[in-house]
Nanobody
Framework: VQLVESGGGSVQAGGSLRLSCAAS????????IGWFRQAPGKEREGVAA???????TYGDSVKGRFTVSRDNAKNTLDLQMNSLKPEDTAMYYC????????????????????????WGQGTQVTVSS
């Protein structure tokens, strides 16, 4: 399984970025896939995820600003990030459902209450004030 992120970069506060994740060796269509992020000195946190029915969940800090979407035919996952803030600065990771010793919830609801066992290498997002 290989997950490859793209689309990170530097942007000023209030700007937008779109991240993409392409998968090989893994079928998106029947599993949860999502985005996590980790800032220096902080724990990894869930950002957004989407299940096989298209139901989504978001972390409280990004709800209303970020939108997660998937294209099952292309096996890609996107994250549209709007109204970016300096506190959104982090390494962003694409992840896919699979066995893992750690459970990282994304959002308060019941969507994608799974472990994410497959991870990309990450793409850096930097938001300046």
């Amino acid at each position: 399984v290989q997950l490859v992120e793209s689309g990170g970069g530097s942007v000023q506060a209030g700007g937008s970025l779109r991240l993409s994740c392409a998968a090989s060796g893994y079928t998106y269509s029947s599993n949860c896939i999502g985005w996590f992020r980790q800032a220096p000195g902080k724990e990894r946190e869930g950002v957004a995820a989407i299940d096989h029915d298209g139901n989504t969940t978001y972390g409280d800090s990004v709800k209303g600003r970020f939108t997660v979407s998937r294209d099952n035919a292309k096996n890609t996952l996107d994250l549209q990030m709007n109204s970016l803030k300096p506190e959104d600065t982090a390494m962003y990771y694409c992840a896919a459902e699979g066995p893992h010793r750690d459970y990282l919830p994304i959002g308060p609801g019941s969507v994608c209450r799974v472990t994410f066992g497959y991870w990309g290498q990450g793409t850096q997002v930097t938001v300046s004030s």
